[in-house]
């Protein structure tokens, strides 16, 4: 059996687009949007997002750690590094409508339904799995930590 498959890289930060939905009050300003990044080898990124147009996946000719430096410069809230292990592997199902927070779950092999909707409840839950914060930032400092 696989020891260890791989470690994803979740990105948490504020939309960009500035688009208000129904489900905008549900989830916190700084925590509304998530998305994963994957180390293709040593020299290059997948980016796997899902926004209101749909579910992207780009790939960047830069290793995995400058693009997390480079994202770190534009003030993403937080990032968490998280490693899909065989006791994580199961069944995917994924129930109810897609959203970047779901999306996130399926790659991570996360089955936790009620428990993680938003992308805070993502944050807190991946915490407690065990995940790693590789930055943070801090909104009273406007400094990434």
Not at 69 to 74: A, D, G, T
Not at 79 to 85: A, E, G, K, M
Not at 91 to 102: A, F, Y
Request: net charge positive; aromatic share 16%; charged share 20%.
């Amino acid at each position: 059996m696989l020891e260890s498959i791989s470690t994803y890289y979740i990105v948490f930060d504020k939309k960009r687009d500035n688009q208000r939905f129904w489900w905008s009050s549900f989830v916190s300003f700084r925590f509304s949007h998530c998305y994963v990044l994957i180390g293709c080898g040593e020299e290059s990124t997948a980016l796997i997002e899902h926004t209101y147009g749909g579910t992207y996946f780009h790939v960047y000719n830069s290793p995995t750690k400058d693009k997390i430096i480079e994202l770190s410069r534009l003030g993403v809230t937080a990032i968490l590094s998280y490693t899909v292990n065989s006791t994580n592997l199961h069944k995917r199902v994924h129930r109810g409508p897609i959203s970047c927070v779901s999306l996130v779950k399926s790659l991570l092999w996360i089955q936790d339904f009620p428990l993680a909707m938003t992308p805070f409840s993502l944050y807190k839950l991946l915490l407690s799995k065990g995940a790693e914060p590789i930055l943070y930032y801090c909104p009273y400092a406007k400094r990434t930590i």
